[in-house]
């Protein structure tokens, strides 16, 4: 029951962050990162700076969707990514494009 409740708050959340985000000035993978939240843990535009979480700045774009997938299919285990990354079905390579774009800040 909290799996189903956890989902649907997830989904309208990401309803309500994807109708505010302006399409023109973002690319649609930037435009998940944010709306999914991903930029909370791995900082904006995949620059981390949590030692603990990986920056994905400037990252390989099929390594990243590779991690993605293997989150997705449970092959890689981490309690965050194996609940996050299934949110990010059917986006992987643009998200993975626009990380791989990204220039790594210091």
Request: with cysteine.
């Amino acid at each position: 029951m909290k799996k189903i409740l956890l989902l649907i708050l997830s989904i309208m959340a990401l309803a309500f962050s994807l109708g505010s985000i302006s399409e023109e000035a973002k690319s649609e993978g930037e435009a998940m990162f944010e709306a999914l939240g991903c930029s909370s843990c791995h900082g904006p535009g995949g620059n981390s700076t949590d030692e603990d979480v990986p920056s994905l700045a400037g990252r390989d774009a099929e390594w990243i969707v590779q991690q993605l997938e293997q989150f997705q299919s449970g092959e890689r285990q981490n309690a965050i990514m194996n609940a996050m990354a299934p949110m990010a079905e059917g986006f992987e390579d643009s998200i993975a494009e626009y990380l791989s774009t990204q220039g790594i800040r210091e």
